[in-house]
């Protein structure tokens, strides 16, 4: 299952607690690519100078590092920001790679992602940015999710996780791995 949303959005914390309730295994985007390019990931930078490529890695990391005996969560985004800033969606030819069984795509008030980035990096957002930014992950996350003909959720942060909960239920009854 792949766990989208916006830098600072809180993924990585969705999916922890997800793990605590179910039998999973989590991976994150980012990580993995710093992993196969033997990198700590240090930078509070969240501009992404070749995002194809970046792409590429990420496939290549997940045949080489994913384990699918259980259900596996995967977070990372389905828009970066370009070295301009600009919003920039990642090629639907990933997410064909990937094969996910669903995709949640997590939001949350543009002021608390902005306060979570700052308090986490130290980094100050424009509002209007993370807002843009948020509006085409969901709308690209929803586009993603019918190319691919899979289940779509939109979690928001601040809400209790059953609806989640229920969501990865259903998936897991369906058997399929990603």
């Known amino acids: 299952m792949f766990i989208g949303g916006i830098h600072g959005v809180g993924k990585t914390s969705i999916c922890k607690h997800l793990l605590r309730m179910k039998d999973l295994n989590h991976y994150s985007a980012s990580q993995l690519i710093a992993k196969l390019k033997n990198e700590k990931l240090t930078s509070t930078e969240k501009t992404v100078k070749d995002i194809s490529g970046n792409q590429d890695l990420l496939i290549n990391a997940i045949e080489k590092y994913v384990n699918n005996d259980n259900?596996?969560?995967?977070?990372?985004?389905f828009c970066l920001l370009n070295r301009n800033y600009e919003v920039t969606q990642i090629p639907i030819e990933t997410f064909y790679s990937i094969n996910p069984t669903g995709i949640v795509v997590v939001v949350d008030s543009a002021e608390n992602i902005i306060q979570k980035i700052?308090?986490?990096?130290?980094?100050?957002?424009d509002h209007e940015l993370i807002s843009y930014f948020q509006d085409e992950e969901t709308k690209y996350a929803r586009y993603v999710s019918d190319e691919l003909n899979v289940?779509?959720?939109?979690y928001?942060?601040?809400?209790?996780?059953?609806?989640?909960?229920?969501?990865?239920?259903d998936l897991l009854l369906g058997g399929d791995k990603r």
């Open 71 to 77: 259900l596996t969560l995967l977070d990372g985004h």
């Open 118 to 125: 700052k308090n986490r990096d130290g980094v100050s957002y």
């Open 151 to 154: 289940p779509f959720i939109e």
């Open 156 to 169: 928001k942060a601040t809400e209790k996780i059953d609806e989640l909960n229920q969501f990865l239920g």
